[in-house]
C-alpha cells in the first residue's frame, strides 16, 4: 500500500494559504549593537628620575688630541680583529666536531628512506 508523502502536502497547503493572503506591509527588523562602557582613564603620576650620569652638551673643546684618537681606534682595531680570529678558531673546532656526526646521521636517515620507498602500485579504481 502507498502512501503520499507528507512533505508535498504541506507545499501544496502553504501555496493555497499565499495565493489567498494579503500580503502585510513590510516590517523593519531594528538590530540593538551591544554597548560597553568607555574605559575610565586612571591617572599616572610620574615616578622620579635619577639624574643623568654623562653629560647633556657636547664640550666645547674635546679632551684628547688627534694622536690619542688615531692611536685609540687602532688599539680597538687590534683587539676587534683579535676577537675576531678566536672566534673563527671557535667555529672551525665547532665544525670539525660535529661534522662527522651530521654526516653520519645524514647516511642513517638516507638509508632508512631508501629502505621504506617502494615501487608504487597500479591504480585499482581506474576502468
Do not use: G
Not at 502553504?14 to 591617572?43: G, L
Not at 684628547?64 to 685609540?72: A, H, K, L, N, Q
Not at 683587539?79 to 653520519?104: A, G, R
Amino acid at each position: 500500500m502507498t502512501t503520499r508523502r507528507r512533505s508535498s502536502a504541506k507545499v501544496a497547503e502553504s501555496a493555497v494559504k499565499s495565493s489567498t493572503s494579503v500580503k502585510s506591509p513590510v516590517k523593519i527588523k531594528e538590530t540593538v549593537t551591544k554597548y560597553t562602557k568607555p574605559r575610565q582613564i586612571k591617572t599616572v603620576t610620574e615616578t622620579p628620575t635619577k639624574a643623568r650620569r654623562f653629560a647633556t652638551t657636547r664640550p666645547e673643546k674635546p679632551n684628547i688630541s688627534m694622536e690619542e684618537y688615531v692611536t685609540d681606534f687602532k688599539l680597538r682595531m687590534q683587539i676587534n680583529n683579535y676577537e675576531v680570529m678566536e672566534f673563527l678558531v671557535d667555529c672551525k673546532n665547532f665544525y670539525n666536531i660535529t661534522s662527522p656526526k651530521v654526516v653520519q646521521f645524514y647516511n642513517f636517515v638516507k638509508e632508512k628512506v631508501q629502505s621504506f620507498n617502494v615501487e608504487p602500485t597500479e591504480d585499482k579504481t581506474e576502468n
